[in-house]
């Protein structure tokens, strides 16, 4: 059974630092990029972040690129997303993803997803 549990969100204020977690199951998690989407309620699900395949090639939106840091532990099957200097904007409900041996345009060809993790930025 594929499982992708997202942890690490929470409550925090703007101008300080959280760590998502993504923990990988059920599939061959070497073989597929892995990425990060948000969501806010009554908006589109959002592109944050990926990474290629053995983790040497991060990608990032225009939006988090020098504040957010995405990596990947193939041994221990998890993704990372480092979010530092926060902003309210970042409010959202972040979704870990997989994609089989592609990066994502768009949201499109999503093989995997995870229930999501809360994470709320104050001001």
């Known amino acids: 059974q594929v499982q992708l549990q997202e942890s690490g969100g929470g409550l925090v204020q703007a101008g300080t630092s959280l760590r998502l977690t993504c923990a990988a199951s059920g599939f061959n998690f070497n073989s597929h990029f892995m990425g990060w989407f948000r969501q806010v309620p009554g908006k589109e699900r959002e592109y944050v972040a990926s990474i290629s395949l053995g983790g040497g090639i991060p990608y990032y939106a225009d939006s988090v690129k020098g504040r957010f840091t995405i990596s990947r532990d193939n041994r221990k099957n998890t993704v990372y997303l480092q979010m530092d200097n926060l902003e309210p904007e970042d409010t959202a409900v972040y979704y870990c993803?997989?994609?089989?041996?592609?990066?994502?345009?768009?949201?499109?060809?999503?093989?995997?997803w995870g229930q999501g993790t809360q994470v709320t930025v104050s001001s």
């Open positions: 993803a997989a994609k089989y041996a592609a990066n994502w345009d768009g949201d499109q060809g999503t093989d995997y």
